[in-house]
């Protein structure tokens, strides 16, 4: 007698995909800046500029040493972001470029520069450099060399604000190429699964070192990252400083209400190499040139604030001002002392043995 077969799995019938169905964030809006606001952000987005490419010629006359990685065009992200966080209560940890990120937390650009030249003075007494910086008192915890390793490293942080019920949201920044790493998916997997407070931020500025998004990854649309453990993501023009602000207000309102973690891609875009030592020939001059031309995040609000009234000489007083700063800093850096050699052994392990 025949049997008749066993139905294959593949052949039941397939279950809806819950996620299409699941409360989403809300559609953020384009955040509608006073002018003292516009003024703040044009200022910040500059005093990182301006500090990057003081850095960058720190670097070619020696006085920075090891790799230094800049943040210039990425600015808007920074700025955006951190200017919506609570900063008695959240924290950021961010990769290796993470000069602009200090800079946009209110950090002293004196104590930054003297850490990028290796300074006794320095954020992390000169022992960190350009890769390597901390600020417990602001609740910025790195500055991390190895590629992804802050993203677990920050949901360890988003587990801390929850178990210890302080409510902060902490702020995990990597890159394009780091959203490859494996370590991200067990972090995010382990977000969702105990609802922590956690904002997973790609930085996407197109290239991976040298290598492009589309070439790396086979999912080139970032934000689509978490869908697998049901973490949502929204993807926001890293170029303008509005819509960042915009579209992390939504994000925190969602993580803030207990929801769980969410993704935020970044579309964003650097000018310089990878880092200093990049010659950067993977792309051509008239791409960054373009960029420049139609999508400088400073460019953006400048042109925000002479529809609002602010004239040419304001803002030139601006700038005049963040160079003074930015030179006072770079002054500071290269007049302070070199660390002890008894520092070499300091800060290793926490307590004394």
Request: with cysteine; proline share 4%.
């Amino acid at each position: 007698m025949a049997r008749t077969p066993a139905k294959s799995p593949a052949a039941a019938k397939p279950k809806a995909d819950p996620i299409p169905n699941r409360e989403r964030p809300g559609e953020p809006d384009r955040y509608q800046a006073s002018k003292e606001e516009l003024l703040e952000f044009y200022r910040q987005m500059t005093l990182i500029r301006r500090f990057e490419e003081r850095a960058g010629q720190l670097y070619g006359l020696g006085l920075i040493g090891g790799f230094c990685h800049l943040y210039i065009g990425q600015e808007a992200v920074a700025v955006g972001l951190q200017s919506a966080l609570n900063a008695e209560t959240d924290s950021v940890i961010t990769g290796y470029r993470d000069h602009g990120h200090m800079l946009a937390y209110g950090i002293d650009p004196k104590v930054i520069m003297a850490e990028l030249t290796g300074r006794q003075a320095g954020i992390s007494k000169g022992k960190g450099g350009s890769m390597h910086m901390f600020s417990v008192e602001h609740k910025f915890y790195g500055g991390h060399g190895i590629v992804g390793a802050q993203v677990s490293l920050g949901t360890g942080l988003a587990f801390k604000h929850k178990y210890a019920n302080d409510g902060g949201v902490c702020l995990a920044y990597f890159g394009d190429g780091a959203a490859n790493q494996g370590q991200v998916y067990e972090s995010m997997n382990m977000a969702e699964l105990w609802k922590l407070p956690i904002i997973f931020v790609i930085e996407n500025n197109q290239y991976a070192m040298g290598t492009s998004v589309n070439r790396a990854s086979s999912e080139d649309q970032l934000y689509r990252r978490g869908e697998s453990f049901r973490v949502p993501g929204m993807q926001v023009d890293g170029m303008d400083v509005l819509a960042v602000r915009g579209a992390v207000e939504e994000a925190l309102k969602w993580v803030r209400a207990g929801k769980g973690p969410i993704v935020m891609e970044l579309k964003t875009y650097r000018y310089r190499g990878h880092s200093m030592s990049d010659p950067a020939k993977y792309r051509t001059r008239d791409e960054v040139q373009a960029m420049k031309d139609k999508s400088d995040c400073i460019d953006h609000v400048k042109r925000e604030l002479e529809a609002l009234g602010v004239t040419e000489e304001e803002l030139k007083k601006t700038d005049k001002d963040i160079r003074q700063i930015v030179a006072e800093a770079a002054d500071f850096a290269e007049q302070s002392p070199e660390p002890d050699p008894k520092e070499l052994y300091t800060d290793v392990l926490v307590g004394t043995y």
